[in-house]
């Protein structure tokens, strides 16, 4: 009989996953840490929290240890990602649900396996989705949270096209402070490149394929302000930018 393929090193794919966003994104623990606080003085020990495009958990991980008695379900519909994803958190198993879902969809929240959260948040995730997209997530959040709830995400939020001065001074103080960055695009695509390696991973490779040739990327970056007027929009009565490093940005709504 021929060998199984071996499965692949989770939990190094998670790390090299987690070195490829820091390449552009070297405030990525310190925002990680900045949606903490807040949840930490808003939320009970025992919070139920949903993680919006979740990837292969990199927040979701760092959420479950900060708070030993929390509970994850990390949405995404990447089918590559998320086996990426359950086998680099095997020891955190019980405190997970992985659900694969499109949130830019209609019908994502029938989905999850509990009606209300304590919070939502989400990480580099929400710029996919389009404005439509964005307002009909942010009215189903606001539906899904108990409530004292939080919605946090941490996203480069650009500024609108009528600050490009403002554009223009963040980007000179990110250079100055980082020099150049990593590429976002060349980090992600060389990570998918080493992914294409492992033989067990090739059916859900094309799975991915199939079901990308159908979802696109979002052309159009929405501005911080976009947010702010959605979640407002979708009543949310408090909304505000809590962490910002230029256009890195923490935004809570309440
Ligand atoms: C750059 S990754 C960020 C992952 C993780 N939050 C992190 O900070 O490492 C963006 C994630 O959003 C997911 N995503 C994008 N659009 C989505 C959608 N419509 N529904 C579900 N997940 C989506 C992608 O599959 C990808 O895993």
Known sequence: MPARPREPNW?????????????FN?????????????????????????????GPGSLTARLLRR?????????????????VGRGALTRLRSRVRWVEA??????WARELPRRRYDAAISTTALHW????????????????????????????????????GLRKISEAVRFAKYGRLGSEWVGWNRWWRDLAREPTLRPLLKEREERFAHSSHSKVQLSDDFHLRSL???????????????????????
Not at 133 to 155: A, I, K, S, T
Request: cysteine-free; aromatic content about 8%.
């Open 232 to 254: 407002r929009a979708a009543g949310f009565r408090e909304v505000a930018v809590v962490w910002q490093e230029m256009e890195n940005r923490v935004m809570l709504a309440r």
């Open 26 to 54: 070297p405030a990525r623990e310190r925002r990680f840490d900045a949606m903490f606080d807040i949840l930490e003085v808003t939320q009970p020990a025992t919070m139920h929290v949903l993680d919006l495009g979740s």
């Open 102 to 107: 499109d949130i830019g969809g209609p019908s």
């Open 11 to 23: 939990r190094a794919l998670l790390r090299s996953w987690d070195a490829q966003q820091e390449s």
């Open 67 to 83: 708070f030993p008695r929390a509970e994850s379900t990390a949405v995404d519909f990447d089918p590559v990602i998320l086996r």
């Open 129 to 164: 989705l389009g404005p439509s997209q964005l307002r009909r997530l942010h009215r189903e959040v606001r539906r899904l949270l108990r409530p004292n709830g939080v919605y946090l995400n941490g996203d480069f939020l650009p500024w609108g096209p009528r600050e490009s």
